[in-house]
């Protein structure tokens, strides 16, 4: 079993800077054989997809929405995922969730195994 912790959200102004984490544990978790995810949910929204890590290559790849403003990174050895946002806007206000899978590739939420519990991002204009 996976388990993923997100933190780091919180309250922003328009064009400020966050950086969120997410810690994944369990007893035979090995970071770099899962692709890292994280998706959003604004309130009476879907859930949609923010950016991914792939398991081996670590290439990133990233919805449109955030596409240079959002940088993913990664820390095998503390199994910890990352998710820079710089130049946030009230748009990307939701609750961020880490996501894990031992697959390759993925941008749909069913394609995720694992989840975290959520935390909220909020950015005031």
């Known amino acids: 079993q996976v388990q993923l912790v997100e933190s780091g959200g919180g309250l922003v102004q328009a064009g400020d800077s966050l950086r969120l984490s997410c810690a994944a544990s369990g007893r035979t978790f090995r970071a770099y054989t899962y692709t890292m995810a994280w998706f959003r949910q604004a309130p009476g929204k879907e859930r949609e997809f923010v950016t991914a890590?792939?398991?081996?290559?670590?290439?990133?790849y990233y919805a449109d929405a955030v596409k240079g403003r959002f940088t993913f990174s990664r820390d095998n050895a503390k199994n910890t995922v990352y998710l820079q946002m710089n130049n946030l806007k009230p748009d990307d206000t939701a609750v961020y969730y880490c996501?894990?899978?031992?697959?390759?590739?993925?941008?749909?939420?069913?394609?995720?195994?694992?989840w975290g519990q959520g935390t909220q991002v909020t950015v005031s204009s």
């Open positions: 996501a894990a899978r031992q697959g390759s590739g993925g941008s749909l939420s069913h394609e995720f195994d694992y």
């Open positions: 890590s792939q398991r081996y290559s670590y290439n990133s």
